[in-house]
């Protein structure tokens, strides 16, 4: 499977972004989660999905902000992001599991380059 995010950009505190990750070579299967890393940090687990959408799970810091979704007419898994603040700076990082979910990075098997997310105060 090979993983192409895209939706990063420049954006102002409380403003919001999509971002969206692809899968191609194969469908995704079982679990697609969102990562981020920011500077001199651990990456760190954001959002996940089951493959049938049914069940999400998100970091505490991100709750009733981000919302992660998937079409699997198009391969796709997304990440809203609502009332974005400095601290979501980060490079993000989508990511799929052959396993059940995981907040643990090491656990997915398939990753995307990550796209850049800017939040300026």
């Known amino acids: 499977v090979q993983l192409q995010a895209s939706g990063g950009g420049l954006v102002q505190a409380g403003g919001s972004l999509r971002l969206s990750c692809a899968a191609s070579?194969?469908?995704?299967?079982?679990?697609a989660a969102w990562f981020r890393q920011a500077p001199g940090k651990e990456r760190e687990f954001v959002a996940a999905?089951?493959?049938?959408?049914?069940?999400?799970y998100y970091e505490d810091s991100v709750k009733g902000r981000f919302t992660i979704s998937r079409d699997n007419t198009k391969n796709t898994v997304y990440l809203r992001m609502l009332s974005l603040k400095p601290e979501d700076t980060a490079v993000y990082y989508c990511a799929a599991t052959l396993r059940s979910w995981s907040s643990n990075w090491y656990n997915y098997d398939y990753w995307g380059q990550g796209t850049q997310v800017t939040v300026s105060s």
């Open positions: 999905i089951s493959w049938s959408g049914g069940s999400t």
């Open positions: 070579g194969r469908r995704f299967s079982s679990y």
